[in-house]
DNA sequence: CTATATGTTATATAAATTATATAACATAAT
DNA sequence: ATTATGTTATATAATTTATATAACATATAG
């Protein structure tokens, strides 16, 4: 699986990365059970300082996403997490955000619809 | 239109305020061409900084959503702004993230419309 | 004209966040 | 024994976030 940075970026490497994860998890590309890369060798591969893997691994611990062997390092955890009501907050509050401000600029619910389902179409592999 | 600012919140002061001016504009709490507080009376009506609230009728008015008069202080722009290629990038970015994170917890597409379609019959005031 | 209110600009400071750099430790595998 | 693993501890630097004062130019109100 590729990591791909942007340093450009305003969003925090740590972030970029913990999103590129649970990408790969989604699409299937991580599988359960799978391991990941060290913290150091990951680390190197992307041109990074490995706290900040080693932040985005417990981070991802912490969310359920991954578990993390002392012997063998981080791997994609066989259950994933939950629909917690705390995860329901946040993206009906990120949502409400997109929604809100792609309405004020006249994007209509079914465009808005349209590109949600073809990331889902993406997603699913057509 | 009533303005709450958490001081808990992870999110940034000047995002929630943003968010929360958006989100009037959207729900026609405020309208087109209605003038905003001053800077300094909205600061002291929530409790915060006046340049924190300049920050954001700036950052809003270089988006597009409003326009700032040296007499009158901010107002909701009459025309708002466009679907832009850097917007589009900005939610498809940010759909895939939430749809990813929340396909890997085992919400299904047709539960993630259905909370979609909710935020939109809030906002049509269905 | 005077006083007030407006956005604006300029500094300065403090706290928190983000990211890196070294170093060391305990433990498991080779 | 050596190596690789996560882990912990400091330290530092840059950036972001938020506040605090002060001042300026200008438009409006009395």
Do not use: W
């Not at 790969?24 to 599988?31: M, R, S, V, Y």
């Not at 981070?59 to 991954?66: D, Q, T, V």
């Not at 629909?83 to 993206?91: A, C, H, N, P």
Request: hydrophobic share 40%; with cysteine.
């Amino acid at each position: 699986m590729i990591i791909k940075i942007d340093f450009e970026s305003e969003i925090p490497i740590y972030e970029q990365l913990g999103r590129q994860i649970i990408e790969g998890i989604a699409k299937g590309e991580l599988k359960k059970g799978e391991q990941l890369p060290s913290v150091r060798q990951l680390a190197e591969d992307i041109g990074i300082n490995l706290h900040t893997v080693n932040k985005v691994y417990n981070i991802l611990k912490n969310e359920g996403f991954l578990t993390i062997d002392r012997r063998k390092g981080a791997m994609v955890n066989n259950l994933m997490p939950e629909v917690t009501e705390e995860f329901m907050d946040f993206i009906v509050r990120e949502l409400k955000f997109i929604i809100h401000n792609s309405y004020c600029r006249g994007m209509g619910r079914e465009e808005f619809l349209n590109i949600c389902k073809s990331i889902y179409d993406e997603l699913e592999n057509k």
